[in-house]
């Protein structure tokens, strides 16, 4: 392992490339630091020392991803979020507009217009998350369970223009990001946008575990860390889990050559989906909270019986009918990503055309049929798995007493875990195209 890591560093394009991505997740980092104008740094301290980190509803997700830059307001509050957000969007959109789904089958022209569509829909989000983002800080309900009478003064000018300049400000920082994760991609070494999402949760492990070792002692963090190790092998076996489904392409004669005649295989992946149906049910669970916070009683007044029951049932997390529903919205959503990513009539077609087709199963019809049904079937454990590390935190939550952001279980281990896998496997890669080994045996 370490010979293999001195050849990396003893090749000098890969060296240069490591040393690129390695200078942008610094510059990144560094951003995340940088608070925004008119924003008071010292309130803002203050507040996060007050409530230990802790962010409010759908805010916790967006803390997380953005390596803790949400709460301290900063140039890169919202991190790659929107990014995130309108690459789901423009994917769900080739469903609905087949203006977009002809320009995803024209090949690098039409995917490349639809990467400019979704940059134009990160600033769009950009601008209507920092509004938010501002509003929610304005009104001191940014920090949950704050206590310190600083946390409704964390911005000190709310005169029009400098709201306009901090949405900007956080808006180019997104556009920045986007542009960051570009170039990574384009001059460095593995996917830059996954690159700066791993960055942001990664930053947010040490502080995790410190609060579960200083609330709990060094006995919990060690089982905390073992429970830990056990749940990164899980997620390591699982996303590696794959069924291969076998294809056989018959020869074919074009002039004097002989094409076809090949075996291979269709991989289906046990999880599909990855962690986009995690992001959809946090979402969705979190309106329930958002509007019955809007919904709030005048002071001397009793809340409405629904509201109560939405405060006491689906806000914090650590009740058991937010959990079923948690469990049962992701699993739903698995099945709907999954179905509308992978089309078995178009593989299907594809196989027919290439004179492709599946031992034991005619072309055409039965070939559609016979993949949506291991489709349906390997999906089910995917999903359920999706939904047992997405409930991780919120046990640790119930039991432990961290916070929603353990770093050990839902979307975060997911990412960390898959991002690594593949960064790993790309600089595989790059050394055997030099004749050496490889970091993977």
């Given at each position: 392992?370490?010979?293999?890591?001195?050849?990396?560093?003893?090749?000098p394009?890969?060296?240069?490339?490591?040393g690129?991505?390695?200078g942008?997740?610094?510059?990144?980092?560094?951003?995340s630091?940088?608070?925004?104008?008119?924003?008071?740094?010292?309130?803002?301290?203050?507040?996060?020392?007050?409530?230990s980190?802790?962010a409010s509803g759908?805010?916790?997700?967006?803390n997380?991803?953005?390596?803790?830059?949400?709460?301290?307001?900063?140039?890169f509050?919202?991190?790659?979020?929107?990014?995130?957000?309108?690459?789901?969007?423009?994917?769900?959109?080739?469903?609905?507009?087949?203006?977009?789904?002809?320009l995803y089958k024209e090949?690098?022209?039409g995917q490349?217009?639809?990467?400019q569509?979704t940059?134009?829909?990160t600033i769009?989000?950009g601008?209507?998350?920092?509004?938010?983002?501002?509003?929610?800080?304005?009104?001191?309900?940014?920090?949950?369970?704050a206590?310190?009478?600083e946390?409704?003064?964390?911005?000190?000018?709310?005169a029009w223009?400098?709201?306009?300049?901090m949405?900007?400000?956080?808006?180019a920082?997104?556009?920045?990001?986007?542009?960051?994760?570009?170039?990574?991609?384009?001059r460095?070494?593995?996917?830059?946008?996954?690159?700066l999402?791993?960055?942001?949760?990664?930053a947010?492990?040490?502080?995790?575990?410190?609060?579960i070792?200083?609330?709990?002692?060094w006995?919990t963090?060690?089982?905390v860390?073992?429970?830990?190790?056990v749940?990164?092998?899980?997620v390591?076996?699982?996303e590696?889990?794959q069924?291969?489904?076998?294809?056989q392409?018959?020869k074919r004669?074009v002039?004097?050559r002989?094409?076809?005649g090949n075996?291979t295989?269709?991989?289906?992946k046990?999880?599909?989906a990855g962690?986009?149906p995690?992001?959809?049910?946090?979402?969705l669970?979190?309106?329930?909270?958002l509007?019955?916070?809007?919904?709030?009683?005048?002071?001397?007044?009793?809340p409405?019986?629904?509201?109560?029951?939405?405060q006491n049932y689906?806000?914090?997390?650590?009740?058991?009918?937010?959990?079923?529903?948690?469990?049962?919205l992701?699993?739903?959503f698995?099945?709907?990503y999954?179905a509308?990513?992978f089309?078995?009539?178009?593989?299907?077609?594809?196989?027919?055309?290439?004179?492709?087709?599946i031992?034991?199963?005619?072309?055409?019809?039965?070939?559609?049929?016979?993949?949506?049904?291991v489709?349906t079937?390997?999906?089910?454990?995917?999903?359920?798995?999706?939904g047992?590390?997405?409930?991780?935190?919120?046990?640790?939550?119930?039991?432990?007493?961290a916070?929603?952001?353990?770093?050990?279980?839902?979307?975060?281990i997911?990412?960390?875990?898959?991002v690594?896998?593949?960064?790993?496997?790309?600089?595989?890669?790059?050394?055997?195209?030099?004749?050496?080994?490889?970091?993977?045996?």
């Open positions: 392992m370490f010979n293999a890591i001195g050849r990396i560093f003893r090749t394009d890969l060296r240069r490339k490591i690129f991505t390695l942008i997740v610094a510059l990144f980092r560094l951003g630091f940088i608070p925004a104008p008119f924003v008071d740094f010292g309130n803002v301290q203050a507040c996060l020392a007050s409530t980190g802790d759908l805010y916790e997700l967006v997380v991803f953005s390596g803790g830059a949400l709460l301290q307001l900063s140039i509050a919202l991190g790659i979020m929107p990014y995130i957000t309108a690459s789901i969007i423009v994917q769900l959109l080739r469903v609905v507009i087949p203006h977009f789904e002809t090949g690098q022209a490349s217009r639809l990467t569509y940059r134009y829909l769009a989000l601008v209507l998350q920092s509004t938010t983002l501002i509003t929610v800080a304005r009104s001191g309900a940014l920090f949950s369970g206590s310190a009478p946390c409704s003064q964390l911005i000190t000018n709310d223009y400098a709201i306009l300049l949405v900007v400000t956080m808006t920082g997104t556009g920045l990001i986007m542009w960051l994760g570009e170039l990574v991609t384009e460095g070494i593995g996917n830059g946008m996954s690159l999402i791993f960055t942001s949760i990664a947010s492990f040490p502080t995790s575990l410190a609060a070792a200083t609330a709990r002692g006995d963090f060690a089982i860390l073992l429970v830990g190790l749940i990164v092998v899980a390591v076996f699982v590696q889990s069924r291969r489904i076998p294809v392409y018959a004669m002039g004097r002989t094409y076809g075996n295989y269709i991989p289906i046990v999880n599909m962690v986009v995690v992001i959809f049910a946090s979402s669970l979190y309106l329930p909270a509007i019955a916070q809007f919904n709030q009683p005048a002071p001397g007044q009793e409405q019986a629904w509201v109560v029951w939405i689906l806000t914090k997390g650590d009740h058991p009918l937010y959990m079923l529903l948690y469990l049962v992701i699993v739903g698995t099945y709907f999954v509308i990513t089309n078995p009539d178009e593989v299907a077609e594809n196989m027919k055309k290439y004179g492709g087709f031992p034991g199963i005619r072309a055409g019809r039965p070939t559609a049929e016979y993949l949506d049904y489709l079937r390997i999906t089910l454990p995917g999903a359920l798995y999706l047992l590390i997405a409930l991780i935190p919120l046990i640790a939550f119930a039991l432990v007493g916070n929603q952001n353990f770093p050990f279980g839902g979307a975060s997911l990412i960390i875990v898959g690594g896998l593949e960064t790993v496997k790309q600089i595989d890669a790059q050394l055997q195209q030099r004749h050496y080994e490889g970091l993977l045996r």
